[in-house]
């Protein structure tokens, strides 16, 4: 089973990385994999760009062995050069604001607030991007070992506005949020016997 890359036929195709169309004639990613519902083989289309942030170690591979005229090839491959090297980048799926304070960061384990930016994470598993939660913007360079994933953010996330782009890369550079403080208790106190508890009652 070999990985391809060719012109899509048609726009009928839609990439298994963010759902979204697959034009016709734009050059596209197979993933080759064994048919999950029968005998053979199936072919599942990405994007380059999606290609190149979620299958990163697959893409390079394929255009190091492809003679075509891949467009933004030096783009591509620094973006899935990122992904062999730190392989949780692979897991972006994009940022999206929170749309409740109900999900907790897989980083630093704190609830994200509702409208804070987060970022949702995902792993491929035959041929599908599958959800596997979120974490705060500002816990990128913990958890993926590394603050280069700007690039990755903005490709996935297209409907972004210009402000929203400039928040977002202030936010990859502040500190994650701080852990909440351990509640002290106070310290316990000891009662007197009951019997004392009695014969002081009775001298009053």
Known sequence: MTDLLEPA???????RGCA??????????????P???????????????????????????T????????????????????????????????????PSGRARCRSCKQLIESGAWRLSLGIVEEGRMEPIGFIHVECSAPYF????????????????????REEIA?????PPPLAAPALVKAPAVELPPDDAVVATRRRG
């Open 170 to 174: 202030l936010r990859l550079a502040k």
């Open 35 to 61: 048919n999950p519902f029968g005998d053979g083989e199936a072919t599942f289309w990405f994007h380059l760009g999606c290609a190149a942030c979620m299958l990163s170690e697959k893409l390079l591979a």
């Open 145 to 164: 070992e590394t603050g280069n994933v700007l690039g990755r953010i903005l490709h996935l996330t297209p409907a972004l506005t210009d402000a929203d």
């Open 63 to 98: 255009l190091a062995a492809s003679a075509l005229d891949v467009p933004e090839r030096a783009r591509l491959e620094q973006l899935a050069e990122t992904g062999v090297a730190h392989p949780r980048t692979t897991r972006v799926r994009g940022a999206e604001r929170a």
């Open 20 to 33: 979204r169309k697959i034009e016709k004639g734009e050059l596209r990613f197979g993933e080759r994999l």
């Open 9 to 15: 036929p048609s726009a009928r195709a839609r990439c």
